[in-house]
Nanobody, 121 residues
Framework: VDLVESGGGLVQAGTSLRLSCAAS????????MAWYRQPPGKQRELVAA???????NYADSVKGRFTISRDDAKNMMNLQMNSLKPEDTAVYYC????????????????WGQGTQVTVSS
């Protein structure tokens, strides 16, 4: 499975941004997908995850502000980010695996290259 993120950019605090992750290849294997992010100088962390059946998991820091979704007909996963804060600044990665626990744990088999999100104050 190949994953390509898009939609990153430089935005002001309080605004919104929508990230997309396009999947190709053996996408039928991608039962679970997730967004991770890596802030400058910090470790990569889970943002949100979703299964093919719609079960979701969010980091506490983004609950109520971010919404993860997927459209399997289009092989796409999205992350709607509202009320952005400077601390949301990071490189955002999508990942995918057949097993939900692996995308949650960050040990997913497939990863994208990342897209930069910068939130200015």
């Amino acid at each position: 499975v190949d994953l390509v993120e898009s939609g990153g950019g430089l935005v002001q605090a309080g605004t919104s941004l929508r990230l997309s992750c396009a999947a190709s290849g053996e996408t039928f294997l991608a039962n679970a997908m997730a967004w991770y992010r890596q802030p400058p100088g910090k470790q990569r962390e889970l943002v949100a995850a979703i299964t093919r059946t719609g079960t979701t998991n969010y980091a506490d820091s983004v609950k109520g502000r971010f919404t993860i979704s997927r459209d399997d007909a289009k092989n796409m996963m999205n992350l709607q980010m509202n009320s952005l804060k400077p601390e949301d600044t990071a490189v955002y990665y999508c990942n995918a695996d057949a097993v939900f626990s692996r995308v949650i744990a960050g040990t997913a088999r497939w990863w994208g290259q990342g897209t930069q999100v910068t939130v200015s104050s």
